[in-house]
């Protein structure tokens, strides 16, 4: 089992940039898969970045592609997703999530562990 969280939100204007960090406990950190997910008011949880247990391989939603970053430090038991020039869009609850199972995940339902969340918020 392994125990999420998140940290690095805030408010911050248009354009800027925030990196989020989510720091995992346990021993095994490098046999997840982990994701970042957001969920902003009214709807649903939504995929935004994916990574691989090596940090070799990663994916985000169209939405965030040429503007986010998500890495991990295996050694740190942390990934992070670094976000860059921020739009009010971005606006939500940023959730970090670990799946046991090989293979990236898109969907909520394909992680298992979840941390409690950080708030971001983009003014235009």
């Known amino acids: 089992q392994v125990q999420l969280v998140e940290s690095g939100g805030g408010l911050v204007q248009a354009g800027g940039s925030l990196r989020l960090s989510c720091a995992a406990s346990g021993r095994t950190f490098s046999s997840y898969y982990m994701g970042w997910f957001r969920q902003a008011p009214g709807k649903e949880r939504a995929f935004v970045a994916g990574?691989?247990?090596?940090?070799?391989?990663?994916d985000y939603a169209d939405s965030v592609k040429g503007r986010f970053t998500i890495s991990r430090d295996n050694a740190k038991n942390t990934v992070y997703l670094q976000m860059n020039s921020l739009k009010p869009e971005d606006t939500a609850i940023y959730y970090c999530?670990?799946?046991?199972?090989?293979?990236?995940?898109?969907?909520?339902?394909?992680?298992?562990?979840w941390g409690q969340g950080t708030q971001v918020t983009v003014s235009s």
């Open positions: 999530a670990a799946r046991r199972r090989y293979g990236l995940g898109y969907s909520a339902d394909d992680y298992d562990y």
């Open positions: 990574v691989n247990w090596t940090g070799g391989r990663t």
